[in-house]
Nanobody, 125 residues
Framework: VQLQASGGGLVQAGGSLRLSCVIS????????NGWFHQAPGKEREFVAA????????FYADSVKGRFTVSRDNSKMTVYLQMNSLKPEDTAVYYC???????????????????WGQGTQVTVSS
C-alpha cells in the first residue's frame, strides 16, 4: 500500500492550493481516505475525510467552508482543495487510508491504517 502526496508549497494568506494523493497497492475503491496536518511542535490533527461508498465528507471545524476533499476513482487519487488559506494552516499535510472511516475522523477508534509521506504547506501573512 502506497500513498503519494503532492501539491504543497508557499502561498500568501487568502490564496489557494490543491493537494493530491495518488494511491496504489490495494483495491482503492474499498478504502476511506483522509487528510491530516501537523504544525511544528504540535500533534498531527484530522483535517478532512471522505467515505468511499457514500461519498460523505467530514471536516475539522477549523477548515469547514474553506477546504474540500474529493476523489477521482478513475485516477485513484484523493484531493484536498484549500481556499482562503490562513497562516495557521501552515503545516505538513499527510494523506491516509483506512477501511474504517471512524479511525480517520477520530483517534478514539484506533490508529489509522496507512499513511503517505507529507507535503509542506506554508502560508505567509
Amino acid at each position: 500500500v502506497q500513498l503519494q502526496a503532492s501539491g504543497g508549497g508557499l502561498v500568501q494568506a487568502g490564496g489557494s492550493l490543491r493537494l493530491s494523493c495518488v494511491i496504489s497497492g490495494y483495491t482503492y475503491k474499498y478504502w476511506d481516505n483522509g487528510w491530516f496536518h501537523q504544525a511544528p511542535g504540535k500533534e498531527r490533527e484530522f483535517v478532512a475525510a471522505i467515505d468511499y461508498s457514500s461519498g460523505r465528507v467530514f471536516y475539522a471545524d477549523s477548515v469547514k467552508g474553506r477546504f474540500t476533499v474529493s476523489r477521482d476513482n478513475s485516477k485513484m487519487t484523493v484531493y484536498l482543495q484549500m481556499n482562503s488559506l490562513k497562516p495557521e494552516d501552515t503545516a505538513v499535510y499527510y494523506c491516509a487510508a483506512d477501511k474504517e472511516l471512524s479511525r480517520l475522523v477520530s483517534s478514539d477508534y484506533g490508529p489509522v491504517g496507512h499513511w503517505g509521506q507529507g507535503t509542506q504547506v506554508t502560508v505567509s501573512s
